[in-house]
């Protein structure tokens, strides 16, 4: 159980904080990278909330709670211990990976076939949902780069790359079903 009962700690005026385990590390450390860059991912997607609805509202509401579990997992570093408090860390689970590339393939069903690259734009939403997408390669980015030299779980390097293709196709679907996608037009100013 979470409890917040103080915002402001002062433990990190130095300039470093704590990992899921306690142990203190630089503020500028890769593995605090990743993780709050899977924090910022979940405001972005907050933001492209604001212009969904129904079935989109409700699968990136899905996605931001994954998002928190993705945050749980990477603050956690010693993947081969269990939690001094008596139960394990929290680490993604195949089975959300799986669920994003379910919605995946319902999503990418009825699209139109690609012929060019797209560019982000569209409707307001399809806009957000390209800023998500991009700021979720930029996470599985750091995630790649900090298991070079520490443990990560594979889960979740997946997840981040399924879910930048969940969002990619999530544009889509929001530029009415790809109908209204700005295409890019190679050389087209030169």
Not at 65 to 74: E, R, S
């Amino acid at each position: 159980m979470v409890i917040l009962n103080k915002i402001y700690t002062r433990t990190g005026d130095a300039g470093d904080t704590a990992l899921g385990n306690g142990v203190r590390v630089a503020k500028h450390a890769i593995r605090v990278d990743a993780y709050g860059t899977s924090d910022e991912l979940n405001s972005f997607i907050g933001v492209a909330r604001l212009e969904a609805s129904g079935e989109m509202d409700e699968a990136l509401a899905r996605i931001q709670n994954d998002m928190f579990d993705l945050g749980a997992d990477l603050c956690r570093p010693d993947m081969d211990k269990d939690f001094e408090a008596g139960y394990p860390p929290l680490r993604m689970a195949p089975e959300q990976v799986t669920r994003l590339e379910s919605e995946i393939d319902v999503m990418n069903a009825d699209l139109t076939t690609l012929r060019s690259f797209i560019l982000p734009g569209g409707s307001a939403l399809s806009a957000h949902l390209h800023v998500c997408r991009t700021v979720s390669r930029r996470a599985e980015r750091l995630a790649v780069e900090l298991s070079t030299d520490e443990q990560v779980n594979a889960s979740a390097i997946k997840y981040l790359n399924r879910l930048s293709d969940w969002f990619f196709v999530a544009a889509r679907v929001a530029n009415n079903g790809g109908k209204d996608d700005v295409l890019w037009v190679p050389g087209a100013n030169r």
